[in-house]
């Protein structure tokens, strides 16, 4: 049976590690909070103290953590992945960061004979619970090859983008165009309501139109019932429109509707939006509060 490790079990985590569960996998998993930890332990995974403990014995390792600094500190850190890895291990980091935090990752598992795969995701809590997790992933692509069956198990498509940090690097393009797309119907949602058109009508309208996705058909509803239940944290939206900015200048190009729409994300973090769903930008925009 292979092992596998895995590094942070959030909301997202969670339901990949349990997947990789029912696919046979074993697993060691590690999580800063360890009540977290109760659903993968309750269908046999073992739970380790430190990243380090987590990947000691593994073939392979997942993770998934909030940004860079944290992803430093669990791959990186005097008790991270890659103090405890063998030789041969391969990492999927499927944490959105930046490619330059992806790069320095690679380099450092290179230099310990491990392989590192930035492997972002789209999709959110349905699609992990699901397996309909779509993978982007910058690396080796030999070591791509060996972790299809990883892949395989969280999602229902991993696509090969290139060297390392290629994988970070679609996904920040990926969610500047989720984020640009959930302000505007959050714009969009506000004309609606003032004009008082019947809101079922408008979706299913809307839905049909050129501009119907799937976003769409997830973030209107939850606008007009003023459901921000998170499915996708408006905080971590901003944070990956401030490095989709940071890249856009490293690679000088302008990118002024990003940067706009980055503000917006960051007024609705600042007036403590930031736990709720990215379609909380609304709030900000219409000046509503926040739903008791």
Do not use: W
């Not at 696919?23 to 332990?41: I, M």
């Not at 005097?78 to 291990?89: K, R, S, V």
């Amino acid at each position: 049976m292979t092992t596998v490790a895995f590094v942070g079990l959030g909301a997202m985590g969670s339901r990949m590690a349990l997947n990789l569960i029912a696919a046979g996998f074993a697993l060691r998993v590690f999580n800063r909070d360890r009540g977290k930890t109760a659903a993968a332990a309750a269908q046999g995974a073992a739970v380790c103290d430190t990243p380090a403990a987590a990947a000691r014995g593994a073939q392979f390792v997942c993770s998934i953590v909030s940004d860079d600094g944290a992803t430093r500190a669990v791959m990186l850190g005097p008790e991270g992945i890659l103090a405890g890895a063998a030789a041969g291990t391969i990492i999927l980091d499927a944490s959105t960061n930046t490619p330059a935090m992806a790069r320095e990752v690679s380099a450092a598992a290179a230099a310990r004979g491990c392989a590192y795969l930035d492997s972002p995701v789209s999709g959110s809590l349905a699609q992990a619970q699901n397996r309909e997790l779509v993978f982007m992933v910058g690396g080796d692509a030999a070591s791509f090859a060996k972790a299809q069956p990883l892949y395989g198990a969280m999602g229902r498509m991993a696509k090969h983008m290139g060297e390392s940090g290629a994988g970070a690097t679609i996904k920040l393009v990926n969610n500047m165009l989720s984020g640009v797309t959930t302000a505007a119907l959050a714009e969009a949602a506000q004309v609606a309501e003032a004009a008082g058109l019947d809101r079922a009508a408008a979706l299913e309208v809307l839905g049909e139109g050129a501009t119907g996705s799937r976003l769409l058909k997830s973030k209107l509803p939850k606008i007009f019932k003023r459901d921000f239940t998170p499915q996708f944290q408006l905080e971590l939206m901003e944070k990956d429109l401030r490095y989709f900015l940071s890249l856009a200048g490293e690679l000088d190009r302008p990118a002024p509707i990003a940067s706009l729409v980055r503000s917006q994300y960051q007024a609705g973090r600042r007036a403590q939006l930031g736990k709720l769903d990215t379609c909380a930008v609304f709030l900000q925009a219409a000046g509503e509060p926040p739903p008791r």
